[in-house]
């Protein structure tokens, strides 16, 4: 019988089935300082130990500082909460890499860069955005603190099996049009809740034609039209990308992997419970003008004139933005480039080409945030952090830093932020705070022309 990649993984995952809910078995659950310390106290209380504890690993990154990571964190909350996760570690036995070490970074990014992440895999963290993972073709998705403590305690969590859709985008992207320009499409189409209840599989042309650092990208924002997750059946692009990382299979281990892996995807008369198709050639440069990733349009395009809805004209009052309005030339006072979402090597590269030469803004303040540790060495490796300062941007240290305003990194209230990142709910980036989500180049061409420009116009 034909079956999807999503149900033939979740199918081969299930371990028993209580009262129409499953009992999944989770291949790797990764961890960090937020939604973690209320988890290892339930096993405490209990009395148990991690189950699997080398199907764990853990890593600091929500709370951290993105200067001086080498002297003691500031903020009382967020030393508490890195401590934490360090002490609940070390009594656990579960792998660490805590802050300053040669592997820290981002969860969703250190995964994938260090060969943990793998396709046919099921893979959770406490954690909405483990979507990420899905680009390898895993089964990745994000999970509360009390399944965080299923996890921990059964290698296992209860859950009802997801509707399935596919997202075909098939064509050639124009030049400037970017991962987070087809994503940021897709959510503005389908609404920041047209996923819900739903598994989505990516496919077509134009993600086949993805890197894999873009294809993570797409998968990344799954969840912010409210789906469960995102999914790519895996091909030579992913198998080139894990080959000879550190946890990858090695040998004669490799090419059975890959043997495997090769049989990863959605037969092709395959029934899903929703099909989307959408022509790569439709997508623009994106941005979003409004407090939730759905509400976002083409750089050349108008904020819709939407009549008589209370929660639009709330996030329009909100950012200061009007109906009608274009967003080129609009102003801005900061540019993050970090994130889950686009801090890999190949967005800082992005970056790198188009800022060299030029200088930013003198009104507008620069992030550039690595994903990882091993991030940052690459780009010092290539020569960016020379470009970047020769440009006034800043290179920072290895955290999720101002995507979500839970550290130092915060942007004043009632200014504006290009963001690369994943979210611009009201205060994400920091309370008053107005973000607008748009691609690495896009606010790269912001910081040094200080507005919102048009990246088709560069070349």
Request: glycine letters at 10%; charged letters at 20%; a negative charge.
């Amino acid at each position: 019988m034909s079956a999807t990649l999503f149900d033939k993984l979740w199918d081969a995952h299930v371990v028993d089935s209580i009262d129409g809910t499953d009992v999944l078995y989770i291949d790797q659950h990764f961890i960090h300082e937020v939604t973690s310390p209320q988890a290892f106290d339930g096993l405490k209380t209990r009395g148990i130990s991690v189950f699997r504890v080398e199907k764990t690993l853990g890593t600091a990154d929500h709370n951290v500082p993105t200067i001086n990571q080498h002297l003691p964190i500031k903020d009382p909350m967020s030393k508490a909460q890195v401590k934490k996760l360090s002490d609940n570690c070390a009594e656990f036995g579960v792998e660490l890499y805590q802050l300053g070490h040669e592997k820290n970074g981002i969860v969703h990014i250190i995964g994938p860069e260090l060969g943990v992440t793998k396709p046919g895999m099921t893979i959770v963290c406490g954690d909405s955005h483990t979507s990420t993972h899905g680009a390898f073709g895993s089964i990745a998705f994000g999970i509360g603190t009390s399944q965080v403590e299923q996890t921990l305690a059964t290698q296992c969590i209860l859950m009802n099996r997801p509707k399935t859709m596919r997202i075909t985008i098939d064509g050639a992207l124009a030049k400037g049009v970017f991962a987070k320009d087809i994503i940021l499409y897709i959510i503005a189409k389908l609404t920041a809740s047209g996923g819900t209840g739903y598994f989505i599989e990516y496919a077509g042309s134009a993600i086949r034609a993805l890197s894999m650092e873009a294809r993570m990208t797409v998968c990344n924002m799954s969840i912010e039209m409210g789906a469960r997750g995102g999914m790519i059946a895996p091909d030579t692009v992913t198998f080139d990308y894990i080959y000879g990382r550190e946890r990858a299979p090695k040998d004669k281990q490799w090419s059975d992997a890959v043997t495997y892996w090769s049989t990863l995807k959605s037969d092709e008369d395959a029934i899903f419970d929703r099909e989307e198709r959408f022509d790569a050639a439709d997508i623009a440069p994106m941005v979003t003008y409004g407090t939730n990733p759905g509400m976002g349009i083409k750089i050349d395009a108008q904020i819709p004139e939407v009549l008589d809805v209370a929660s639009f004209d709330k996030s329009l009052r909100y950012m200061n933005f009007h109906k009608g309005q274009s967003l080129i030339g609009h102003k801005i006072q900061h540019v993050f480039i970090g994130s889950c979402t686009n801090a890999r090597i190949e967005d800082l590269r992005i970056v790198a080409d188009y800022v060299k030469g030029r200088q930013k803004s003198k009104d507008v303040s620069v992030m550039i945030v690595p994903g990882s540790k091993q991030v940052e060495a690459q780009a010092k490796k290539e020569g960016l952090d020379k470009i970047f300062t020769d440009a006034g941007f800043q290179l920072r240290e290895p955290g999720c830093s101002a995507c979500l305003g839970m550290n130092e990194d915060k942007i004043p209230s009632g200014e504006y932020c290009i963001s690369t990142s994943n979210r611009n709910f009201e205060g994400r980036q920091g309370p008053g705070a107005r973000t607008i989500l748009a691609s690495p180049l896009m606010a790269a061409a912001a910081a040094v022309n200080g507005e919102i420009v048009d990246v088709r116009q560069l070349y």
